[in-house]
């Protein structure tokens, strides 16, 4: 009896290490800007790219001089327009956000926000639901 009380608590325990490696297998990944340019670059159609970055659920937070040089560098006007949304639908959720570099992280020149760095689904525009 004892032996199949330890067999169990073992499968328990193993169980529960796998399912933590497939969340972390599975979290989402900030999607860069830099990535989003080389896939405009490669001519990935717009639909594709907009895929990834919503699914992401990755918040852009641009200064006007980015947001500008994106524009002007041939970014789809529906990502950036996106890429900005994904701000200030996560300001309107969460007001410290503007005020506040706490909960967002610097990338490639860029601050990132969002479920990739551990917000709450609901501060993230069109997040997919966990699984």
Do not use: H
């Not at 399912?19 to 639909?47: F, H, N, Y």
């Not at 895929?51 to 006007?64: E, M, W």
């Not at 002007?72 to 200030?88: F, H, K, N, W």
């Amino acid at each position: 009896m004892r032996a199949l009380v330890l067999a169990t608590l073992v499968l328990i325990a193993a169980c529960a290490a796998r399912r933590e490696t497939l969340r972390a297998d599975t979290a989402p990944k900030i999607v860069t800007v830099p990535q989003i340019q080389d896939m405009v670059d490669t001519g990935a159609p717009t639909r594709e790219i907009f895929a990834l970055v919503q699914g992401s659920g990755t918040v852009y937070r641009l200064d006007p001089e980015q947001y500008s040089r994106l524009q002007s560098i041939g970014l789809p006007p529906a990502i950036v327009s996106y890429m900005q949304l994904t701000y200030d639908y996560a300001v309107r959720q969460q007001p410290a956000l503007a005020t506040s570099d706490d909960r967002w992280t610097r990338v490639d020149g860029y601050w990132y926000g969002g479920r990739p760095v551990g917000w709450p689904r609901e501060w993230v525009v069109d997040s997919p639901p966990p699984k």
